[in-house]
T-cell receptor, first 112, second 111 residues
């Protein structure tokens, strides 16, 4: 079945640093890909998504491109802020298209 | 428009006790999901309901039961709680295959 692997954290950065969180997947067919974010004490919320190869999802300065040739969906941001400190989850649709499969999450901590 | 709501927010149970976690959504979504979130394990799907009247097992269904009461509501029941079920329980809804919308979670401790 479909699966997703994301880099383990924690990731610790200084404010204004460049961020990359790696996410790779294994899938049959053409799954949709997602990044979710969980801020401290809050529920998960969708950060961005891409539904087909070469699509770029973007939101709040974060970007990720659906790369079919490398089966990747890496999350990037050019200049992180303290307020970006959170847990980030990569996810994809399962083979049947009925549910999402989540990675284990990457904790990002940004200091000023 | 409340989105996805969950009750209770916190709960402490003794081993062997039972309880039902409630979830409701007002987005008219067909599909609903229950996950558990544990440190280092990410989110693991317990059960899901692709549409009203159907339920299916996810990755970790043992020790749980669910009921899709109507299109809005999807409850999760622990019949005999065990310490291994200490976790944060997240409910979500979506149209099948699309992004999921999550509730705030229920933090359950079993002693």
């Amino acid at each position: 079945g479909n699966s997703v692997t994301q880099m383990e954290g924690p990731v610790t950065l200084s404010e204004e640093a460049f961020l990359t969180i790696n996410c790779t997947y294994t899938a049959t067919g053409y799954p949709s890909l997602f990044w979710y974010v969980q801020y401290p004490g809050e529920g998960l919320q969708l950060l961005l998504k891409a539904t087909k190869a070469d699509d770029k999802g973007s939101n709040k300065g974060f970007e990720a491109t659906y790369r079919k040739e490398t089966t990747s969906f890496h999350l990037e941001k050019g200049s992180v802020q303290v307020s970006d400190s959170a847990v980030y989850f990569c996810a994809l649709t399962n083979q049947a298209g009925t549910a999402l499969i989540f990675g284990k999450g990457t904790t990002l901590s940004v200091s000023s | 428009n409340a989105g996805v709501t969950q009750t209770p927010k916190f709960q402490v149970l003794k081993t062997g006790q039972s309880m039902t976690l409630q979830c409701a959504q007002d987005m008219n979504h067909n599909s609903m999901y229950w996950y558990r979130q544990d440190p280092g394990m990410g989110l693991r799907l317990i059960y899901y309901s692709a549409s009203e009247g159907t339920t299916d097992k996810g990755e970790v269904p043992n020790g749980y039961n669910v009921s899709r009461l109507n299109k809005r509501e999807f409850s999760l029941r622990l019949e005999s709680a065990a310490p291994s079920q200490t976790s944060v329980y997240l409910c979500a809804s979506s149209e099948p295959g699309y992004e999921q919308y999550f509730g705030p979670g229920t933090r359950l401790t079993v002693t």
